[in-house]
């Protein structure tokens, strides 16, 4: 299955599935392009490096969200993508793009949802003084942050802790469980009933 992969940024997750598709755990997952919607990012040079695809679609230069969902929609067909992957994508995308992939755009998100949604999932979580934080991969709706779970790990917080030093120890995590679940989700292995994701044995 042909994936596309959303950044804005550093692109640590990125990284963790190109070094899985590297190991040959991402198949059938097969990463067919990499798309930020800011120019210059780290993250399309790691997808460089790997020999992917890499695009950059800058929102700013739409004046409209369609627009620039639009873009982003043309460049994934082209290289006949199938699934979406948001490894800190930092865009909201609306249903206009969401709804052209059923149950096949999955974000990661560094909380356990649906605590601390939005941006500094992990400052968040510090600011509040839970003592377990997480990560959360989820299937995109229009909500922020708030379509159906399919996978979290529990991240404990540790006295001292500042929002990076948290967020560090989270995406130890993240970069072990977003690969995962990306494989089985290009496995065909996921459904949903209702809110609830089920997973179907190999
Ligand atoms: C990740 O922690 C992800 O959960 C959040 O933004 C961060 C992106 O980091 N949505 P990176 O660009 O993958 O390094």
Known sequence: MKLGVLVSGTGTNLQALLDAEARGELAPGEIAVVVSNRPGVPALARATAAG??????????????RAFEDRLLAVLAARGVEAVVLAGFMRVLTAHFVEKFPLRVVNTHPSLLPAFPGVDGPAQA?????????????????????????AQVAVPVAPGDDAAALHARIQREEHRLLPQVVQRLAAGRYTCEGRRVVERAE
């Open 52 to 65: 992917k695809p890499a695009e950059a679609v800058d929102h700013k230069q739409f004046a409209e969200r």
């Open 126 to 150: 510090i600011a509040y003084g839970v003592k377990v934080a997480g990560v959360t991969i989820h299937f995109v709706d229009t909500s922020l942050d708030g379509g159906p779970i399919i």
